[in-house]
């Protein structure tokens, strides 16, 4: 019985867009709304089944899960985020020179420069 759920609510998904291409001379309004209409009808069919019971079940658990964690402050971030730009910052450095010394060095080896 899952299995006919989830192939009706499928069919349904696929009947709205294909819809909202065939009457592209009707108003983009009405067909927008009919499409989400029949999408929220072909969601409410497939949270029916058991496997759309098991993503409802997961999803509320991540919304209780989001609920725990501790968000940081302004300060926080802020802060976070000027470290993380020095570290760019210095990182970038590192490589460009390293990147000059390799220049060099192969400039050396192939006999143009140094």
């Given amino acids: 019985m899952d299995k006919l759920k989830l192939a009706m609510a ?17 108003s983009l309004l009405l067909r927008v ?10 969601a409410f ?13 997961f999803g509320r658990g991540a919304l209780i899960e989001i609920r725990k964690v501790v968000w940081p402050t302004r300060k926080e971030t802020i802060q976070t985020t000027v470290m993380v730009m020095a ?12 990147d000059m010394i390799l220049v060099w060095g192969i400039g050396l080896l192939t006999g143009r420069g140094g």
């Avoid at 709304?33 to 072909?42: G, N, S």
């Fill in 87 to 98: 570290s760019v910052f210095v990182v970038g450095i590192i490589l460009w020179i390293f």
């Fill in 45 to 57: 069919i497939a949270l029916k089944s058991e496997a759309g019971a098991n993503v409802w079940s």
């Fill in 10 to 26: 499928a069919a349904i998904v696929a009947t709205a867009i294909g819809g909202f291409y065939y009457y592209a001379d009707q």
């Fill in 33 to 42: 709304v009919v499409m989400l209409a029949l999408m929220i009808v072909a």
